[in-house]
């Protein structure tokens, strides 16, 4: 069903993928947006298990495309150092593929578990009151929650050779 990597040589581990995913500050999603347009957006996530959960206004370009088309593709790149002498870069990145819902309802235990993930990842610092008061806003947004059916792993065929992967 998914094409397998054309550049084995610049393969990673199927643990080494999802650890990128894991860690990252943010990806891409990338959505089949209007009039047949590919639509990536930059975004903040949280993953948990096979899930991945990101948070959004009630409308927008977005969710007009995940309703239309719910298949959705995922990337995070780890590191990314140009190496000039080379004449390559040394990367490394994650692609997860999979499905995305989005969460509308507040009784939705996936609409509140993927916004106190995402405060977990981006407030940490933040105090109990302030986190309480942002978390009381569920009403106001909706939570797509992407469940992954696939993911690959990709370095600089540099890094493979030396077991370097972030």
């Known amino acids: 069903m998914f094409r397998e990597m054309r550049r084995k040589n610049c393969v990673i581990s199927a643990e080494a993928a999802a650890k990128i995913l894991r860690e990252g500050d943010f990806g891409v999603l990338a959505l089949s947006g209007d ?26 370009h977005k969710l007009d495309a995940i309703r239309r088309n719910d298949k959705a593709s995922f990337c995070v790149v780890d590191r ?44 940490s610092t933040a105090s109990p009151e302030r986190r309480a008061k942002e978390l009381g806003r569920l009403s106001a947004l909706v939570v797509p929650v992407m469940t992954i059916e696939h993911l690959t792993g990709k370095a600089a065929r540099e890094l493979v050779k030396r077991g370097e992967f972030s």
């Open 35 to 60: 009039d047949g347009y590919p639509y990536a957006v930059p975004i903040n996530y949280a993953v948990e298990g096979d899930k991945i959960y990101f948070h959004s206004a009630k409308i927008g």
């Open 80 to 123: 990314h150092e140009v190496i000039a002498e080379e004449f390559t870069t040394y990367f490394t990145s994650a692609i997860a593929f999979g499905r995305i819902r989005i969460v509308e309802d507040n009784d939705d235990p996936d609409k509140l578990r993927g916004l106190e993930l995402l405060a977990d990842k981006y407030s």
